[in-house]
């Protein structure tokens, strides 16, 4: 894990997270990211081996909430904040037909 | 001249009818006035939201009614606390104006208890640093010294404190957002165990680290504002079933027989004048009854690695939703995937989108093993070594900040020496244990130290009697 990111894997991270990145900046996070992960490279000295991983600090599982009817957001409050808005829905470019 | 006004004494006087929540919000609205243009504490002053907010409070000690424990008690909130009709920005250009359909758990909670909301703090945006510098509307100040930041990322909540704009503010600590700042500008400090407080209606960032704490000047105003505002709540899947902590009855308890460790990894990188403070910790401590000794934290050493995996990993997760869609800014394209990815672009400073690219790489086909699956065993490590410290000594002490205030622009550049500045605070958000930051004297330049105080689970009542025992110490 400790090979330099290229400024190809960044484009492609930049896809991933819906980011239209100028080419100036693929490089600038490319070196940035570099750096960072270049730290990282640290915990490969730690013998992890057996231990479980912890994805939250207390467990809970299954919280669930009775099943009753209780006040929910107002639709046109919601939709008052949004870009656009049609109909009691949101209202965005065509999904399909554009860019891949 | 007089200490400073607590919220303790102002909710005293306005229950007693003493002095009115009107008058004592004109006062601090008008040190509001005259510093926060110079300090830029706020990104907005509700003034005439607060207005009526300490005109019912006073209407109800009219009317023979308590108001509540916080009784006209001025609140600063960070503007990524979600307040209904109320702009909350997360100081992202991607929120500018966005109003929020409901408010926070916690600002219901405070301002049920007679608390007066008079505005939103500034933050690195999204809460993502350590200086307040990455904010899209410019940074907070330092009120001691003008070209040193204030900490970060709940900078403005701390300088509001600090400027006495308001006793009591809130800040959000995911990995040192409110005790970081609280130590560099000369306040009290709290994260509390993770769960204890509601997050519902904190803008989130990594959600499994993200905790709303106090800021306040004293130990007594912290111990008040937490228990109003911890607690159960069924809006929050991971509140712990289980009602706030009782604070304010144990703070006068002392430390005598309480064993105290120094974690000796919290020695390295630490400037001299901030150790100099910790040894002085030490013995006041000492001096008031507790035995302290040094521990072993090991996989401390490895919490900022894990933490830069872990919370970067959640938050790319978390800002999906910013994608022009549901709310806050759009840039127009020809078609919907376009205009998430012009739109991000566009919104989210750098910062943001470094920590949103690390994210999505640290979780990507062929890194996930490598990153993240390795930071969340870092996490059990670390977690299984502080149970074993725990066993040996009831509270742990180390430095909040290497450093004093840093002056702006020293780490801009170098993302990992920003980073730095929460290598003592991060390890208990991964181990989701309470710690609290307590002035304790000054360091370099005459700027304000802090000292850390952590605990297991739920040992607030422990940590607080040990934040109280500094206090008086330094009185």
Not at chain 2, 109 to 128: I, P, Q, S
Not at chain 2, 200 to 221: E, K, M, N
């Amino acid at each position: 894990m400790s090979e330099r990111i290229t400024i190809e894997e960044v484009a492609h991270v930049a896809k991933l997270a819906r980011l239209e990145l100028p080419p100036d900046q693929l490089a600038h996070y490319a070196e940035q990211l570099a750096g960072v992960l270049e730290h990282f490279a640290d915990i490969d000295a730690l013998d992890l081996t057996g231990v479980e991983p912890m994805t939250q600090p207390f467990p809970l599982v299954n919280v669930l909430r009775d099943d009753v009817e209780g006040p929910t957001l107002d639709r046109d409050e919601v939709l008052a904040a949004a870009p656009a808005a049609l109909d009691g829905r949101f209202r965005v470019p065509p999904v399909l037909g554009g860019e891949p | 001249m007089s200490g400073p006004d607590t919220a303790a004494a102002i909710a005293a006087d306005v229950r007693a009818g003493r002095r009115s929540a009107r008058e004592v919000l004109d006062e601090h609205l008008a040190r509001i006035t005259r510093r926060d243009p110079e300090l830029h504490a706020f990104n907005l002053v509700t003034v005439d939201e607060a207005r009526r907010q300490a005109a019912a409070v006073d209407a109800r000690v009219a009317a023979g009614e308590d108001p509540g424990p916080l009784a006209g008690v001025p609140l600063a909130l960070k503007d990524n606390l979600c307040t209904r009709g109320i702009p909350t920005t997360c100081s992202s250009a991607i929120l500018r104006g966005w109003r929020p359909p409901y408010d926070a758990t916690v600002v219901e909670r405070l301002r049920a208890a007679g608390a007066v909301t008079v505005g939103k703090t500034n933050l690195d945006e999204f809460a993502m640093g350590s200086s307040t510098e990455n904010s899209a509307f410019g940074p907070t100040r330092h009120p001691m010294d003008p070209d040193r930041v204030p900490g970060g990322s709940s900078g403005g909540s701390a300088v509001a404190v600090a400027a006495g704009f308001a006793p009591l503010a809130l800040g959000s600590d995911t990995g040192g957002s409110i005790r970081q700042p609280a130590a560099l500008c000369g306040v009290v400090g709290v994260k509390p165990t993770y769960g204890v407080v509601s997050r519902y209606g904190l803008v989130a960032f990594g959600s499994s680290l993200d905790q709303i704490g106090p800021f306040a000047s004293t130990v007594a105003d912290a111990a008040l504002a937490l228990e109003v505002m911890g607690g159960h709540d069924p809006k929050d899947s991971t509140s712990i079933p289980q009602a706030a902590p009782s604070l304010s009855a144990v703070l006068g308890q002392g430390v005598a027989g309480l064993r105290v460790g120094i974690i000796d990894e919290m020695r390295t990188g630490i400037d001299p004048d901030v150790w100099a403070r910790i040894e002085a910790a030490a013995e006041a401590l000492t001096h008031a009854g507790a035995t302290v000794g040094t521990v072993s934290v090991p996989a401390v050493t490895y919490g900022l690695t894990a933490y830069y995996i872990v919370a970067p990993a959640e938050a790319s997760s978390n800002l999906a939703r910013y994608d022009g869609v549901r709310y806050g800014l759009r840039v127009d394209a020809p078609d919907t995937a376009t205009m998430n990815a012009r739109t991000r672009a566009a919104g989210f400073g750098p910062e943001v989108t470094r920590r949103i690219m690390l994210g999505t790489y640290a979780l990507s086909a062929g890194y996930y093993d490598a990153y993240y699956g390795k930071a969340l065993k870092v996490r059990r490590l670390m977690a299984q070594e502080f149970d074993a410290a725990y066993g040996r000594f009831d509270v742990l002490l180390s430095p909040t900040s290497p450093t004093v205030a840093f002056p702006f622009g020293a780490k801009t550049e170098n993302p990992l020496a920003m980073y730095l500045s929460d290598v003592c605070t991060i390890p208990s958000n991964l181990v989701g244990h309470p710690a609290m930051s307590v002035p304790f004297g000054t360091g370099a330049h005459g700027l304000p130290v802090g000292v850390q105080l952590l605990g297991p689970a739920l040992s607030e009542p422990v940590l607080f009697r040990a934040a109280r025992v500094l206090e008086e110490a330094m009185a």
